[in-house]
């Protein structure tokens, strides 16, 4: 960085090839640095770090007084609680159980959120935004991050207060010792839908599933590049593909999720081997 | 005389073989703090003044690392107490509880830091998502932060089951019944039964070393809550303090 100090103070000489910069007070030696730039790291941030460990310690020591760790009765075999519920950071995947089976909502997809985390800063290709806090100059990423934790908080916290006996919706004010009736609500897959509707033979309804099931991520994979160019031409194919699998199948969950609660489909492909 | 005294003590040979330099009172002695301690000298010597500013990282990946130094200190004292045998562990928390002096409060730190943890993981990494920090040069470093979190997730869910009470047998029964789903290689998941898999040889049976949560299974998830995952964690902890200090501060650090 030009100083102006530098060059009031000490004007190069245009003979020599090196020069006088600044005069700095200090007793250690400052090396492609801005003057004044740092400080020492003791005391200034360690004590900033002593400070937080402090608190934190304090903070716990206080919370512990009022909340005690939960210890149930002896383990039992026998005896299933009901509801049974999965530590609160696996509710989300727990309650995506009501949306999917348990291969892809227990396996599958934990697995598709790791990795789909891990490969992030390999396809987010925007060049902007590092070092400070921004939305206005990522907007799409930040969109993804918060989708994704916004599904995995709300089924968190549906998981913890909405969900009672045979994890069945018990709204703060139902009965939560009463079991509901499951009978009021016929989950069906979404070909037997289409046979009702259309008159159409249940092999016709599955077709049409199946291509709607293809044409969502082929549709999802064609629409971007053909009327989003820019996006893809600054991934390349590669970065692209990769990102937009998960990105149509995070999209899915929340697609499956709301055509679960309002529609009560339960599967929209049927296969001999998987239902999704 | 006090002066004196103290001028005494720091010039013994045993004195200064453990303190190499002063009371990091001047300059050169708070370079010589940082860089010849191993606990401090994951640090820079020098700091940018902007980076003492919390409203950058909040502490956040600070805070996550001494709730895990805290799980491993009351992990530890717990562990004097407790056997891994499922005629014993129930007991043994309840002589915890009940009976050992300071055993609930250690319990209970315990328990609300790994939740602490939990969360604090979660607060670094959206804190570094919104910043951009996991762009180039640094996108390895938040794949092993990756690894950090589902390593922490793992290490919780292991550590559940140890109270050996109902809470944490059926978390555990049901959380094992899911790898029973995986494709190919899970009793009842898709192609597991064409591919000959049975529930003596899935992936279930190996993470409980039996057809159901047992004292196999209590044996494994205490090996794995106790040494394995702290390990694994530390190495990667090390990898991720190392890079950060290799690829450099994203922010005004």
Redesign the interface.
């Known amino acids: 960085m030009e100083n102006k100090a530098v060059r009031e103070i000490f004007p190069r000489d245009a003979k020599k090839s090196y020069g006088l910069v600044e005069l700095m007070k200090?007793?250690?030696p400052i090396v492609r640095k801005e003057p004044?730039?740092?400080?020492?790291?003791?005391?200034?941030?360690?004590m900033?770090?002593l400070i937080?460990?402090l608190l934190?310690?304090a903070a716990?020591?206080l919370?512990?007084q009022f909340?005690?760790?939960?210890?149930?009765?002896?383990?039992?075999?026998s005896?299933?609680?009901n509801p049974?519920?999965?530590?609160?950071?696996?509710l989300g995947l727990?309650e995506i159980l009501v949306y999917f089976?348990?291969?892809y909502a227990?396996?599958?997809l934990p697995g598709m959120i790791?990795v789909g985390?891990?490969i992030?800063?390999?396809v987010?290709t925007n060049?902007?935004?590092?070092?400070?806090?921004?939305y206005s100059e990522?907007k799409f990423?930040?969109f993804n991050?918060s989708f994704g934790?916004a599904l995995w908080w709300i089924t968190i916290v549906i998981g913890t207060y909405l969900r009672g006996l045979d994890w069945q919706w018990y709204w703060p004010w139902s009965d939560k010792l009463a079991h509901m009736n499951p009978a009021l609500v016929t989950l069906v897959p979404l070909h037997i839908v289409f046979v009702n509707l259309l008159h159409v033979s249940k092999d016709v309804a599955k077709g049409f599933c199946d291509i709607i099931f293809l044409g969502y991520f082929a549709v999802g994979m064609l629409i971007p590049y053909f009327f989003m160019r820019k996006f893809y031409d600054s991934m390349g194919a590669g970065r692209y593909i990769t990102f937009m699998i998960f990105f149509l199948s995070m999209m899915g969950v929340g697609l499956k999720i709301i055509l679960r609660l309002l529609f009560n489909i339960k599967y929209i492909v049927v296969t001999p081997?998987?239902n999704v | 005389m006090l002066e004196k005294m103290k001028e005494k003590v720091v010039q013994t040979q045993l004195f200064k073989s453990v303190f190499r330099h002063g009371y990091?009172d001047?300059?050169?002695n708070?370079?010589y703090?940082?860089f010849s301690n191993i606990f401090?000298h994951i640090?820079?010597?020098?700091?940018?003044?902007s980076?003492?500013r919390?409203r950058y990282t909040f502490?956040l990946g600070?805070?996550t690392l001494?709730?895990f130094i805290?799980l491993a200190v009351t992990g530890i004292w717990l562990m004097f107490y407790y056997t891994p045998y499922?005629g014993l562990a129930?007991k043994n928390?309840?002589d915890i509880?009940f009976v050992i002096f300071g055993g609930?409060?250690m319990?209970?730190?315990?328990?609300?830091?790994a939740?602490?943890m939990?969360l604090f993981v979660?607060l670094h990494m959206?804190r570094v998502?919104?910043?951009?920090?996991?762009?180039?040069p640094?996108?390895f470093n938040?794949?092993v932060g990756?690894v950090l979190?589902?390593n922490t997730?793992i290490l919780?869910?292991t550590g559940?089951l140890l109270?050996?009470?109902?809470?944490?047998?059926?978390?555990v029964t049901?959380?094992t019944?899911?790898?029973s789903?995986?494709?190919f290689i899970?009793q009842?998941?898709?192609?597991g039964a064409q591919l000959g898999v049975n529930p003596t040889n899935d992936l279930m049976f190996m993470m409980i070393g039996g057809t159901?949560?047992g004292q196999n299974a209590l044996i494994r998830f205490y090996v794995l809550h106790c040494v394995v995952l702290p390990l694994v964690v530390t190495v990667f902890l090390a990898v991720h303090f190392w890079r950060i200090r290799k690829d450099g501060f994203?922010?005004?650090l």
């Open positions: 200090g007793a250690s004044e730039d740092t400080v020492y790291t003791w005391p200034n941030l360690i900033i770090e937080c460990a934190v310690t716990l020591i919370l512990v909340e005690h760790a939960p210890l149930r009765s002896l383990a039992d075999p005896t299933t609680p049974m519920r999965a530590p609160w950071y696996f727990q089976d348990p291969w227990g396996v599958v790791i985390l891990m992030f800063p390999y987010d060049p902007k935004g590092v070092g400070y806090y921004t990522r990423a930040v991050y934790f081997w998987i | 990091p001047n300059e050169l708070q370079a703090v940082v401090l640090h820079p010597v020098k700091v940018r003044r980076a003492l919390m502490c600070g805070i001494f709730l805290m499922t129930y928390i309840k509880q609930n409060l319990r209970d730190l315990h328990r609300f830091a939740h602490g939990v979660w959206t998502f919104l910043t951009g920090a996991y762009k180039a640094r996108e938040w794949v990756v979190l589902v997730l919780s869910w559940y109270p050996w009470d109902q809470l944490a047998y059926w978390a049901v959380g019944k899911m790898a789903y995986t494709p899970g009842n998941g898709p192609w159901v949560v994203s922010g005004p």
